[in-house]
């Protein structure tokens, strides 16, 4: 029903910065809320950011004032600007959204911050 997919990540220096893309192949405006998430290696998925369609965003204390979730109407895109890495920023990032009650997510896309 939705296909999303990301791009953008990469391997970074502790300071640098990163922006994560999020494709979808429906219309941006039909899926009520669109997110970020992520995992590193033995740990639970955690939330990052999320935006609803009314403009509301949430953000995890941890990435607060250095990560910036966004929606691209016109491309269909759900952006995630992400300053200030910290080694701890390093996991699989995955976009995630909500349509017609169901979760969908994409394949996720590899950060790696180096120290």
């Known amino acids: 029903q939705v296909q999303l997919v990301e791009s953008g990540g990469g391997l970074v220096q502790a300071g640098e910065s990163l922006r994560l893309s999020c494709t979808t192949s429906?219309?941006?405006?039909?899926?009520?809320?669109m997110g970020w998430y992520r995992q590193a290696p033995g740990k639970q998925r955690e939330l990052v950011a999320t935006?609803?369609?009314?403009?509301?965003?949430n953000y995890a204390d941890s990435v607060k004032g250095r990560f910036t979730i966004s929606r691209d109407g016109a491309n269909n895109t759900l952006w995630l600007q992400m300053n200030s890495l910290k080694p701890e920023d390093t996991a699989v990032y995955y976009c995630?959204?909500?349509?017609?009650?169901?979760?969908?997510w994409g394949q996720g896309t590899q950060v790696t911050v180096s120290s």
């Open positions: 995630r959204a909500t349509y017609t009650g169901r979760l969908f």
């Open positions: 429906r219309s941006i405006f039909s899926i009520a809320t």
């Open positions: 935006a609803t369609i009314g403009g509301a965003t």
